[in-house]
């Protein structure tokens, strides 16, 4: 026993109770124009995707952390100055009163320690010494080479 369906007599309502004000298909336009960036400049809706972007970037920072700061590093004590010389090598100017070593292992194994933090591994090539007049040490001045 089947009933068959008579569509051409079957009253429809498509009338709802509780309609929106609103028809959710505009709504849903207008959010997929902002997503696809589709307004013209100098329209509402584009200054207000342009005042988003701006108060995202200027305000984020405040609440989203990005984990952007620089990496604090500890300097040497002393002062150090580092200029490249002609061999590719790097030449170190080192104050006399970070070392205390009177022999020329003790005063390459300071010397390394000091420049090692700066540089990475680098190997001495060859080192002097700067006196004042009287002959006090008032810095070196150190070749080395990267390993």
């Known amino acids: 026993m089947e009933q068959k369906l ?3 007599t079957t009253e429809t309502n498509a009338k709802l109770a509780s309609a929106p004000a609103v028809p959710m298909n505009a709504i849903w336009r207008t959010i997929r124009g902002y997503i696809l960036w589709s307004y013209e400049r100098g329209t509402i809706q584009y200054d207000i995707m342009v005042t988003v972007i701006l108060l995202f970037v200027f305000l984020s920072p405040y609440w989203i952390n990005f984990k952007d700061k620089p990496v604090e590093r500890n300097p040497h004590p002393t002062g ?3 200029v490249p010389d002609a061999a590719g090598g790097f030449v170190y100017q080192i104050e006399g009163s970070a070392v205390t070593g009177k022999e ?6 300071e ?7 700066i540089s990475g591994e680098v190997t001495i090539t ?9 002959g006090r040490i008032l810095g070196y001045r150190v070749w ?4």
């Open 6 to 8: 008579d569509l051409e």
């Open 80 to 82: 150090v100055a580092v």
């Open 104 to 109: 020329d292992a003790i005063i390459r194994a």
């Open 111 to 117: 010397l390394l320690r000091i420049i090692e933090p």
């Open 126 to 134: 060859r080192y002097e010494t700067m006196r004042d007049r009287a």
């Open 144 to 147: 080395a080479k990267k390993e």
